[in-house]
């Protein structure tokens, strides 16, 4: 039996979504791309630069504190450009271009509400806790406000995690090299793989921060003139919209058009689980609990350098959805059934697509590098968070302990080369998804939202005990699969798409992990107040209570109004497309 949690209709939308594929295999044969010598050139010397960053880095580590977070010496502008450019990998860019094409201007969500906000709460209210208790990662801090089973669970789940999407990476990277360069599969993965590699086994950290602040130029160059000339061929802002609203609906082109509760959209999801799942649990649950994103604002110079780490990142992240939004509706407009059996196309192929038809070479060459920077960064971020919870957390603290800091270097470094194999292994389990990013928001609802509801009780709650945070996260986190497995997968709940389901799983971990939590507390014995100073909202730690250092307290540097202010600009930009 079938149970809609969404009301049913008897009639059917005046203009229906187009069905996706059931299975992602490589991308369109006709988008091999007329590469030139020019081409490569250009990629040629990225590849050198990125290598030179890396032997330039290795001359700053001398410790494990230098090898896994920089010696905490980098300045805010660094790290805030890092932590963007972090996020910004190609599945983000091919997965959200897929977004727009098959979701339309719905894809604002997922930057507006699923990103800035959660940015900001995490520079102004919980990176005080992150960098004043010094802890070298975030399940670290669940090892102090909790104890030992709950930290050894974060940090493996973390680390699989980390593997996986590292691997959805590597994978998108081989499917799109294969069709645009002609080049086999298992090139493009050990090509990729090797650079990546040796880059972070080189420099650590540092290495992977300087990689990807170069890498975040080169991913912008890549996708404004892909835009601006995509916009051009379609006839501008208006022309494109016309052009939608014709054959996809006046709701294809706005944000909120078409979600009030029982109502038809392309997205299928309302405003409440929008709002709650996306704009609230997988939201705050990804951007203040994945290290991948958290290690770089560990690592910057002093604690008013890291809170502002997140702030700055926010103002490129609210411009970016149209450098990656506008090629998707692009290609909506230009294969009218991409994504159905119909078309030889698939979501995942509008970004390529657009620069197989629009850009010359030269262009052409600085395209591909910046899908390729965008392939290393994402990979990047997760390989350097992977070597560092799987070093410190796992086999510093409960495998071979109190051995000298050079051991724990070299064992860094080896365990980046298996964090590296490993991620060539689970590359495929991304291809059942012809959305990419259906598939990376299913592992954020499975992995990150428990570990943001453990978080954030055991943060503003005294009372939670203990115990309560290991049974918290097995509880979310087996509850999102649940969700998903059983009641979506098996038909037992109808919910129209993917990112819905992944909504509703979020909704349903952050609920049975916040209820397991307080019950557990009810019944077992709290943690001593005097261990909690500087891990619960209210009290202090030495490190909270940093001075800001010189220069810091300018005005235009205050994180309160650098916060507020991304806040309102999101806030705004919202308006075009809510009428």
Request: with cysteine.
């Amino acid at each position: 039996m079938r149970i809609p949690l969404y009301p049913v209709h008897p009639a059917p939308p005046v203009h229906p979504v187009p069905a996706v594929h059931p299975v992602a295999g490589p991308l369109a044969a006709e988008l091999r791309l007329p590469t030139n010598w020019l081409d490569y050139t250009i990629l040629g010397i990225y590849f050198v630069v990125v290598l030179g960053i890396g032997f330039a880095a290795r001359r700053s580590v001398k410790t494990s504190l230098d090898f896994f977070l920089s010696g905490r010496s980098l300045p805010a502008w660094i790290t805030g450009l890092a932590f963007v450019s972090a996020n910004l990998a190609a599945t983000e860019i091919l997965g959200m271009a897929a977004n727009s094409a098959q979701y339309g201007a719905y894809t604002v969500h997922w930057y507006w509400i699923g990103a800035i906000p959660a940015m900001v709460f995490l520079g102004l209210v919980m990176m005080p806790f992150y960098y004043g208790s010094k802890v070298r990662s975030v399940p670290e801090f669940l090892l102090l406000r909790f104890d030992r089973s709950a930290h050894l669970l974060s940090s493996a789940l973390f680390a699989f995690a980390a593997i996986l999407i590292s691997g959805v990476n590597l994978y998108a990277l081989a499917i799109v090299v294969e069709a645009l360069l002609g080049w086999p599969q298992w090139v493009a993965i050990v090509v990729a793989g090797f650079f990546v590699l040796a880059y972070i086994t080189l420099g650590g950290l540092s290495s992977a921060i300087y990689n990807e602040v170069l890498q975040f130029f080169v991913i912008l160059a890549a996708l404004i003139p892909l835009t601006v000339l995509g916009l051009r061929k379609v006839g501008g802002w208006g022309g494109l919209t016309d052009k939608l609203t014709a054959s996809h609906g006046g709701d294809f082109v706005t944000a909120w058009g078409g979600t009030g509760i029982g109502s038809d959209n392309p997205l299928g999801a309302n405003w409440l689980t929008i709002v709650l799942g996306l704009g609230f649990v997988l939201s705050f649950g990804y951007w203040t609990t994945n290290f991948a994103e958290v290690q770089r604002a560990l690592s910057a110079r002093n604690l008013s350098a890291a809170q502002r780490t997140p702030l700055i990142a926010a103002y490129p992240k609210i411009f970016i959805v149209f450098l990656v939004m506008i090629p998707g509706l692009v290609a909506a407009v230009l294969v009218p059934r991409i994504g159905t059996a119909e078309s030889d196309l698939q979501y995942n192929d509008a970004i390529p697509y657009l620069m197989e038809q629009l850009l010359p070479n030269g262009v052409l060459g600085i395209a591909v590098t910046g899908l390729l920077a965008a392939f290393m960064a994402g990979m990047a971020a997760n390989v350097s968070s992977f070597n560092t919870v799987f070093t410190t957390d796992i086999w510093a603290k409960y495998v071979v302990r109190d051995r000298e800091d050079g051991y724990y270097v070299r064992f860094g470094r080896l365990i980046t080369a298996i964090g590296v194999l490993a991620s060539i292994g689970t590359a495929f389990l991304a291809s059942s998804f012809s959305n990419i990013m259906s598939y990376l928001q299913t592992l954020f609802s499975f992995f990150n939202v428990p570990m943001f509801v453990v978080f954030i009780v055991g943060m503003f709650w005294k009372r939670a005990s203990k115990k309560s945070g290991f049974w918290g996260l097995l509880a979310g986190t087996t509850a999102a699969m649940v969700n998903y497995f059983v009641l979506y997968k098996q038909d037992v709940v109808s919910i129209p798409t993917d990112q819905g389901a992944n909504f509703v799983s979020a909704i349903a971990g952050f609920a049975a992990g916040a209820v397991v939590m307080v019950a557990v507390s009810l019944f077992t014995a709290p943690k001593p107040e005097e261990e909690l100073r500087g891990l619960v909202y209210g009290t202090v730690s030495p490190g909270m209570a940093e001075p800001p250092a010189e220069g810091d307290d300018a005005w235009y540097r205050r994180p309160a109004l650098l916060g507020w202010g991304a806040i309102v600009l999101a806030a705004v930009c919202y308006i075009p497309f809510s009428f």
